[in-house]
């Protein structure tokens, strides 16, 4: 299968077949990851690198085993590590990476269109790492690889996205996936950290957690961003647990068989509390794993001139 892209910018401007094509040749690598020998000849000779203006661990250390495990040249740069700190602009600083011959430049901006605008400034693939409430493109893809892998299907679950709504970039790629898949989403929260757009995206809105996750196969949690909030969206971080977190009794309300799973981190004893995290249901360790497999094939499809093998 071709995959017409030279970036991945959002799941938005994917098509369904390019998503499941993305999530099978996943299958593959996570072969790899959970082989005694994480190494593969695919990337050698390319070189990758991180361009993160905000923290991660996940997204930013996933994307850097899964270069070396595939023989990439691997490099990571950091806003407060580098020539942004004296001032460096964005498209400077991608064409300074670009014009080393980097290959694949990663990023995370807090600005919503960041990677869009570097890619359409340099000759390297870009892929979205997560810019502001925009999209995260990467963990829709290791949400679907991990609802695929544990219900066996995507098309016909109900899938409750319940949280801080309005600030989440996974919420809106999750959205564009599981409604391209055929999944029902509907997402639950406090009403104000639910976007009045919401709906428009496919999304049947509730203003409790609870009433999104009645019936639901899987239910994914999101954090609390304060660091994106202005004040006085929810009055304290323990009324809020109070009213919207998903522990136990309120995880009832799904299917008894349903998925928990959370993009990390989590807060613990706000959006989730440690109890629920430690039982059967939660996916969220496997999501992580998931996220390794996802990126090695998204960097191998774009590095390959976009053919699915
Ligand atoms: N889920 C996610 O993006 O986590 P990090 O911020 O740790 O990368």
């Known amino acids: 299968m071709e995959f017409q892209h030279k970036d991945l910018l959002g799941i938005k401007q994917l098509s369904r077949e390019e998503i499941i094509g993305i999530l099978n040749h996943a299958k593959k690598m996570?072969?790899?990851?959970?082989?005694?020998?994480?190494?593969?000849?695919?990337?050698q000779g390319k070189s990758v690198v991180t361009l993160f203006y905000e923290n991660s661990t996940r997204t930013r250390m996933s994307f850097e085993l899964a270069s070396k495990y595939m023989s990439a040249n691997a490099a990571n740069i950091t806003a407060s590590g580098s020539s942004v700190a004296k001032g460096e602009t964005l498209i400077d600083t991608a064409r300074t990476l670009d014009s080393m011959g980097t290959d694949v430049i990663i990023v995370r901006h807090s600005s919503s269109g960041a990677p869009h605008l570097i890619a359409k400034n340099v000759k390297a693939s870009v892929i979205n790492a997560g810019d502001g409430m925009n999209e995260h493109p990467t963990q829709a893809l290791l949400d679907m690889f991990t609802i695929k892998e544990n219900k066996g299907r995507i098309a016909g679950l109900k899938v409750a996205i319940v949280g801080d709504v309005a600030h989440s970039r996974v919420a809106r790629s999750d959205i564009y996936a599981l409604t391209k898949l055929g999944a029902e989403v509907v997402v639950g929260g406090p009403s104000t950290l639910m976007p009045t757009e919401i709906e428009?995206?496919?999304?049947?809105?509730?203003?409790?957690?609870?009433?999104?996750?009645?019936?639901?196969?899987?239910?994914?949690?999101?954090r609390i961003q304060q660091e994106r909030q202005k004040s006085?969206?929810?009055p304290s971080l323990r009324e809020y647990h109070r009213f919207f977190g998903v522990d136990d009794q309120r995880m009832k309300f799904a299917k008894p068989d349903a998925l928990l799973m959370h993009p990390g981190p989590v807060n613990r004893g706000v959006e989730l509390t440690s109890a629920i995290m430690g039982t059967d249901a939660s996916k969220i360790n496997e999501q992580v794993t998931n996220g390794v497999a996802v990126r090695m094939a998204v960097l191998d499809i774009l590095t390959k001139g976009g053919i699915i093998e």
């Open 232 to 234: 006085g969206l929810i």
């Open 200 to 222: 428009k995206l496919g999304a049947k809105a509730y203003p409790s957690v609870h009433e999104a996750m009645i019936d639901a196969d899987v239910v994914i949690g999101l």
């Open 30 to 43: 996570k072969e790899i990851v959970l082989s005694d020998c994480k190494k593969t000849p695919d990337l």
